[in-house]
């Protein structure tokens, strides 16, 4: 009985442990989001449509952006990219306008271009003093050359039929111990 407990905590203790932390971090954080006079523009979400892309494939992104403020405040959306060979980039996405408690979204396309891991991180410049309000965590996408040859993907026939198969073979064989032991 104390080996099931400790097994059933350290299970519980492994899946929090993986399931990251606790407290939010990066994108997610309000105490990174920095106020500037009273105006105060917080990156809420980043999500990426892909983890990888083929070469050749397109994918997407969306950073959602709320105003914490006290007044409508306009931004700028800034995607500052490392490219496989760590060379950086930044590029103006777009500049957007916000009510006070309200939230904004910007989405662009994303061109799997040059094969290997590029990181992705977000900002958000206020529009008059061009400060930094908030600042994402890094998001990776990794291109690829082509597929993986591996089992992945959207559940075809073949793998239907074989999960069918398995189970018409277990059911016989369930059916043979139960007469066996009949």
């Known amino acids: 009985m104390n080996t099931t407990r400790v097994l059933l905590i350290g299970v519980i203790f492994l899946g929090l442990a993986a399931s990251g932390p606790l407290l939010p971090t990066g994108a997610n954080a309000q105490a990174d989001c920095d106020p500037i006079e009273d ?9 990426l449509s892909e983890e990888s892309l083929v070469l050749g494939e397109q994918g997407e992104f969306t950073v959602t952006v709320r105003n914490t403020g006290e007044t409508v405040t306009s931004g700028t959306v800034v995607l500052h990219t490392a490219s496989p060979e760590n060379e950086t980039e930044a590029y103006e996405v777009e500049t957007i306008t916000i009510d006070p408690g309200e939230q904004a979204s910007v989405s662009r396309a994303i061109n799997a271009s040059t094969v290997g891991t590029h990181g992705l991180r977000f900002s958000v410049l206020d529009a008059e003093t061009r400060q930094p309000a908030d600042v994402s965590e890094v998001h990776t996408i990794e291109v690829l050359e082509s597929h993986p040859a591996e089992l992945g993907g959207p559940i075809d026939r073949t793998e239907l039929a074989l999960v069918a198969f398995l189970g018409a073979i277990l059911s016989l064989v369930g059916l043979g111990y139960r007469m066996v032991q009949s």
Not at 39 to 47: G, T
């Open 39 to 47: 105006r105060s523009l917080c990156i809420e979400a980043v999500e």
